[in-house]
């Protein structure tokens, strides 16, 4: 593959019209990179991206606001069809654009994360009338919102239990876990990576991640929960998660820091059938948040705590062996997420 890639031409990106070209290039240009530095997903890693390659995707990463390493944007919320385009967006009738060895296992991921930001998207869609309905002081609109807001997570929930039907432990932990690796923090390349032709030193991007989805940051944002602050800490994660965002969902999460403080409002208004609506928002959040360290558990933590079988020289050293595809932990993470959004509960009276 490597071969290949440097024998690839140096495109100008100028030719790509509109913005969904440009997506689509910038995620083939990702699954390349990914590709080439990875490779077999063995010792065998790349620390120079090549400039007929680095070039473009660094112009077009400039030109969308996004990083120049596959991200979430990229893989899941770009990475689509349907196969009927007059059939419904389900599983069946979809598939994702470009792949990943490792079978169907990117598939299963990818179009489960999708589908799970489709089914939490009437709960954004809710946002500006929660908003609105603070501003009104309508504690009836607020509540129907609230509520809204509290059923499309539950059903979020009932879709991203899917992810075990599609998904194979192993599969995921010893193949797809590696293509999706970035390069900060990374034992791997431990400076970065060198984007020949456009900087002169090696430059560290995180790998693909939740936190990147902005779904369930503007949920946290809307109901004011806030998450473990300090050096490395979750919130200092997901608010870095910000800049592998669109733009648009970036700027999103930015206005909505302004918004009109809903916890607050509900905690002054002493209103039983409000807090209840409230809570219910919060424990949909704990129950995807849940099941979520259940997914990792499954995952990550179980197939990295497996002996490697005879023959098998690939296996990692320990260090890096629990890490998810964002290099953080994200067992101590998704934790402390939990914690807090637990905390966030109403208690009534
Ligand atoms: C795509 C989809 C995901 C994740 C990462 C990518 C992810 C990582 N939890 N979810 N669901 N950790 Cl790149």
Known sequence: LREEVEKLPTLSTDGLRGHRLQRLAHLALGYITMAYVWNRGDDDVRKVLPRNIAVPYCELSEKLGLPPILSYADCVLANWKKKDPNGPMTYENMDILFSFPGGDCDKGFFL??????????PAIKAIPTVSSAVERQDLKALEKALHDIATSLEKAKEIFKRMRDFVDPDTFFHVLRIYLSGWKCSSKLPEGLLYEGVWDTPKMFSGGSAGQSSIFQSLDVLLGIKHEAGKESPAEFLQEMREYMPPAHRNFLFFLE?????REFVISRHNEDL??????CVNGLVSVRKFHLAIVDTYIMKPSKKKPTDGDKSEEPSNVESRGTGGTNPMTFLRSVKDTTEKALLSWP
Not at 112 to 121: F, W
């Open 275 to 280: 807090t209840k609506a409230y809570n219910e």
């Open 258 to 262: 302004s918004a009109p403080p809903v």
């Open 112 to 121: 489960v994360s999708l589908l799970v930001e489709i089914a939490a998207s």
